[in-house]
């Protein structure tokens, strides 16, 4: 069921909100599944306020999650630069094979192509080989041993600059079912869960799925432009398991829901779509822009964080509840005081 709300507003402006400071939250609700969920009905806009704990009771047997299993690499680096000891930062965005990475370098001045950064003590270095699109850097790394292991070792947690405490525990940056390691950014929609959780949903009859679709720091990137159609988002990998797709298509033939488990599983999954009636394995990147007036073909049901105002995931949100019931669960969201973003609370629209 196509469930649209026919006003499509365009403009950035349509999705900004008032969000005072302090519902930000710094740090993860412990333990996972205490976090706050606003529940809203799809179709009449109906809002409840309830706990993340409740979720076993809005599911039914047959419906199915599909869970994005990526895993947040530790992709800031504080190192110098090997000539005159200049510190230097480099955030790791994505991989182009062959020891090569795009990154964000701050400050750029230091990060010119030929000069040489150290991190680690030298463990692990880093040639900067071009100046590419927005200012990214793309850089060649030198090491001994596993790269991956190498930045388990000196590597940080990349948290959202909205986040301004110390985050004492990294793994509380992933989610408890995180396998795939690649993002940049958590699929935070996932924070919430607990194993426990987990195992009651599956002992009620709920299947639970996975997609990996790796988090860009695209994610974060603003909408700059006020036409929101002129927005170019950004490129993001994603790999869907013929497990999942049998998955979901036993799901939709039986009548049940598939609920999807963040923006990155939803956008993976319409990014697949359904030919015939059903959803293939895939593999590949997607840049699909989601915004009110588009059409869902794979997805029964979202949970989600509050997202920043005039940001693409608000849009998306927009799109598959309608952006008049986005926009005043939010004014509740704000008026009971949820918290917001990466750490804060949740939101399910089934």
């Known amino acids: 069921m196509d469930n649209t709300n026919p006003i499509q507003p365009m403009k950035k402006s349509d999705y900004f909100y008032e969000l005072p400071p302090e519902l930000i939250a710094q740090e993860p609700i412990e333990p996972r599944d205490h ?24 599911l039914n047997p047959g419906d199915c999650l599909i869970l994005n299993d990526s895993r947040v690499l530790p992709a800031r680096l504080y190192g110098k630069k090997k000539d005159t000891g200049a510190s230097v930062e480099l955030l790791l965005l994505h991989p182009l094979g062959n020891d090569r990475w795009e990154v964000l370098a701050g ?114 990137r603003p909408v700059k432009e006020e036409n929101i159609t002129d927005h170019k988002m950004h490129s993001e990998h994603y790999e869907l398991s013929p497990e999942t797709a049998a998955l979901i298509n036993r799901t939709k033939a039986g009548g049940g829901r598939v609920i999807a488990v963040g923006t990155t599983s939803c956008r993976t999954l319409e990014s697949i779509g359904m ?15 989601i915004y009110p007036g588009y059409r869902f073909q794979v997805l029964d049901g979202l949970l989600t964080n509050f997202h ?25 969201a704000v008026k009971e005081r949820y918290r917001f973003f990466s750490f804060g609370d949740a939101m399910a629209i089934l």
């Open 35 to 58: 976090s706050r969920l606003l529940v809203m009905d799809r179709e009449s806009g109906a809002l409840a306020d309830r706990h993340f704990y409740d979720l076993e009771g809005l």
């Open 275 to 289: 030919t015939d009636g059903k959803i293939m394995p895939a593999e590949g990147w997607t840049d699909i822009f």
């Open 107 to 220: 400050p750029g001045r230091r990060a010119k192509p030929g000069n040489v950064l150290v991190f680690g003590d030298g463990r692990l270095e880093a040639e900067v080989i071009d100046v590419v699109e927005e200012g990214n850097r793309v850089v060649e790394f030198r090491y001994d041993g596993g790269f991956y292991q190498l930045l388990e070792q000196i590597g940080e947690m990349p948290l959202p600059h909205y986040i301004t405490h110390h985050l004492a525990d990294s793994e509380r940056y992933q989610t408890v079912y995180s396998r795939e390691l690649g993002s940049a950014a958590a699929p935070t929609a996932g924070l919430h869960f607990t194993p426990e959780l987990l195992e009651r949903l599956r002992k009620k009859g709920v299947e639970i799925g996975f997609v990996t679709l790796h988090v860009g720091l695209g994610t974060f």
């Open 308 to 332: 920043l105002p005039e940001s693409t995931l608000i849009m998306l949100v927009s799109a598959f509840a309608g952006y008049e019931h986005t926009m005043t669960a939010y004014a509740h």
